[in-house]
């Protein structure tokens, strides 16, 4: 069954850190460029990051720059999202996709990406 699978996510003060991870499961996670996203209540979905399958560049909203790090691990079939010294903004349910960049490529526009997790919720609170 192709899919992919959010995990990582939980509760935590702000100024603390998660990891977040998007496992593969019927296909190879190296061969597609991935994109997270999250999304808070009321609010539209937010591309947090991304990074490229053919030479794993790394793309970060100005939201999350200096904080987060994606990264993959080809062995795990999995890609991660390192997150640091979270605010309560960061608040929202984490979502994985894999992307088919075209025509006009924005890698934080969601309509790019057809394959998403179920997502993770990550509350930063205290």
């Known amino acids: 069954q192709v899919q992919l699978v959010e995990s990582g996510g939980g509760l935590v003060q702000p100024g603390g850190s998660l990891r977040l991870s998007c496992a593969a499961s019927?296909?190879?996670?190296?061969?597609?460029?991935i994109g997270w996203f999250r999304q808070a209540p009321g609010k539209e979905r937010e591309g947090v990051s991304c990074?490229?399958?053919?030479?794993?560049?790394?793309y970060y909203a100005d939201s999350v720059k200096g904080r987060f790090t994606v990264s993959r691990d080809k062995s795990k079939n999995t890609v991660y999202l390192q997150m640091n010294s979270l605010k309560s903004d960061d608040t929202a349910v984490y979502y994985c996709?894999?992307?088919?960049?075209?025509?006009?490529?924005?890698?934080?526009?969601?309509?790019?990406?057809?394959?998403w997790g179920q997502g993770t919720q990550v509350t930063v609170s205290s």
């Open positions: 996709g894999t992307a088919r960049p075209g025509v006009g490529w924005d890698w934080t526009r969601g309509n790019y990406y057809d394959l």
């Open positions: 019927g296909f190879t996670l190296d061969y597609y460029t």
């Open positions: 990074i490229s399958s053919s030479d794993g560049s790394t």
